[in-house]
């Protein structure tokens, strides 16, 4: 297709895990409007593919409704510390947050970063980062962008999440206090089936035909002060990659941090989707030989993760939005520009089906103009 003659797609994801059906219009109002705020700019044609998947991963990291940004899982510390990374397909450019504190949106930190690559080393020729973590992290951002920052990240909900957590690991005979000052009295701890496990996401197509990626996430619950999960590691949370053929593919991943770093499974399935005839069998076997049975897992019995991804096809002009998981559930919702509403849906594993050791792949292809528009092919 012609640049600026073509569809732009993006798709969303709040999660590979579990998602109750009560809480399902939840997530489909956040899903669509992630995907009307996206869909919005790239109406216009000089927004790239990098400015419509962050500003979608902003409105997720919003909500509380999800573990990334304001309301995200708590450290051992009781603090938000989050993660956060996005890949620019035309440039490969990356950048990347880890251990991030007090910042409303990290994916525009990261954003940031990848974008400020692209001009050029830094005085005395020292080169540009593209992975900044914790305190560091947090100055850079102060000084190159204005960043919303505060307490206010950390909700009642959360609280009380962190609460009950922290009184079951004081039961534990296996409980370390971590050297953060967690010392006192607990509160009483009431059932509350809200916490939340899973990190979100976005991958995006323009009118260009270019592709981006991004990935958000507020971490596991208590983990340890400066823990950095696969949305902050390179070819782990996210990839985007436009091929010198004219196809392109984008991936953003979420469940078991540790596990998705180990494989390096959004590079492992951007690899695998590129060189693909049939994307929703290529990415079923590449969730098989690279996760579930990869050597580098094999002492793990439950192996959690998720992947949204889409693969475009110039020739074909045909978009194809490809979903994975292990988990019980994942939640994800897609648009065009042109006129098309949002769609939303919730996979989830079959009955007969285990978590952690079953997959689940699911897509829908998309076209990326009338076959009556001869001058988009």
């Known amino acids: 297709p012609k640049p600026n003659s073509m569809n732009a797609v993006v798709a969303v994801h709040v999660g590979a895990g579990y998602h109750s059906p009560e809480k399902l219009t939840v997530y489909k109002r956040l899903c ?5 705020k996206a869909v919005a700019m790239l109406e216009r044609p000089d927004c790239t593919a990098l400015e419509a998947v962050s500003s979608a991963v902003v409105v997720l990291e919003n909500d509380p409704a999800t573990n990334a940004g304001y309301g995200s899982n708590l450290t051992m510390c009781g603090n938000v510390e989050c993660d956060a990374s996005v890949m ?52 850079w951002a102060q000084t190159h962008l204005q960043v919303g920052t505060g307490s206010q990240l950390v909700t009642e909900q959360a609280r009380r999440c962190h609460t009950k957590h922290k009184k079951r690991m004081r039961l ?14 607990d509160d009483d701890c009431s059932e509350h089936s809200g916490c939340l496990l899973d990190t979100v996401g976005a991958v995006c197509l323009d009118k ?23 949305a902050g590691v390179y070819g782990c949370g996210c990839w985007a990659e436009n091929s ?22 959004a590079r492992q399935c951007a690899d695998t989707l590129l060189s693909a005839e049939d994307g929703a069998t290529a990415l079923h076997g590449c969730f098989r030989a690279g996760f579930l049975d ?27 939005v490809l979903w994975a998981h292990t988990t019980r559930t994942l939640c994800y919702g897609y648009m ?12 989830r594993l079959q009955a007969g089906e285990t978590v952690g050791k079953s997959v689940v792949v699911g897509g829908t292809p998309l076209r990326l103009c009338s076959p009556f528009e001869r001058d988009c092919l």
């Open 32 to 36: 669509h409007l992630a995907c009307r």
């Open 88 to 139: 620019d397909g035309k440039s490969l450019k990356f950048g990347a947050v880890g251990a991030l504190p007090r910042v409303e949106n990290p994916v525009l930190v990261a954003k940031a970063l990848c974008e400020a690559q692209a001009r050029g080393p830094l005085s005395l020729g020292r080169i540009p980062p593209c992975f900044l973590v914790g305190e560091g992290a947090f100055r």
């Open 172 to 185: 534990s005979e296996n409980w370390l206090d971590a050297p953060c000052g967690l010392e006192g009295k």
């Open 208 to 230: 260009s035909g270019n592709v981006a990626a991004a990935v958000s996430s507020g971490g596991i619950w208590m983990k340890h002060s400066g823990r950095v999960g696969q």
């Open 244 to 265: 010198a053929d004219g196809s392109a593919v984008a991936v953003s991943t979420s469940g078991g941090g540790e596990h998705l770093i180990k494989t390096m499974l």
């Open 294 to 320: 990869s050597p580098f897992l094999q002492d793990v019995s439950e192996k959690l993760g998720g992947v949204l991804t889409l693969k475009a096809d110039a020739e074909s002009a045909v978009c194809d």
């Open 336 to 347: 065009q520009t042109g006129g098309t509403s949002p769609k939303f849906g919730c996979s």
